[in-house]
């Protein structure tokens, strides 16, 4: 009963060691408000109040200049979302490192109700890997949104 109880604690804790390994290597810090998504198989994935905000990966990025990655996904997006209009584009940093953001509206279908939505997508190439932090909201409370969004993207961090 003692090697079992040995055998399950030394698989528990290669368990808990390969999981971590799956772990990102981003940490952020977020101002009140914003709750975990329990259950999301992203690491960082928040809402507060109808507002979310994530962390990807973008796989389809990977390896690619951030002009190109950039040029990319608004490409994408305007596959996606029939309405698409660009509102902004941005170089920033985020933890020191070359960014870009943009800012588009489109719309969404709930039902059948038709919501305005604008989304701010932060584009960030980390060791060749394409990262974005993206914010989203219904148009009506997403310039309300602006200073968490300026707060997380502040706090961000690579290791």
Known sequence: MKKLSLILCGLLVLFTLAAQQKKSGISVSLPEGWAKVEGSVLEHQYLKNGASF????E???NGKSLNDAVAMAKQQIGKYFKDYKLLKEEKITVDGKDAKSIT???SAQAGKITLKMT???VYVM???KCQTLSFGSTTSQ???LMPDIQYIIKNVKFR
């Open 54 to 57: 994530m962390i990807k990966e």
């Open 59 to 61: 796989t389809a990025l």
């Open 104 to 106: 588009y509206n489109y």
């Open 119 to 121: 989304m701010h997508t």
């Open 126 to 128: 980390v060791n060749g």
């Open 142 to 144: 997403f310039n309300s």
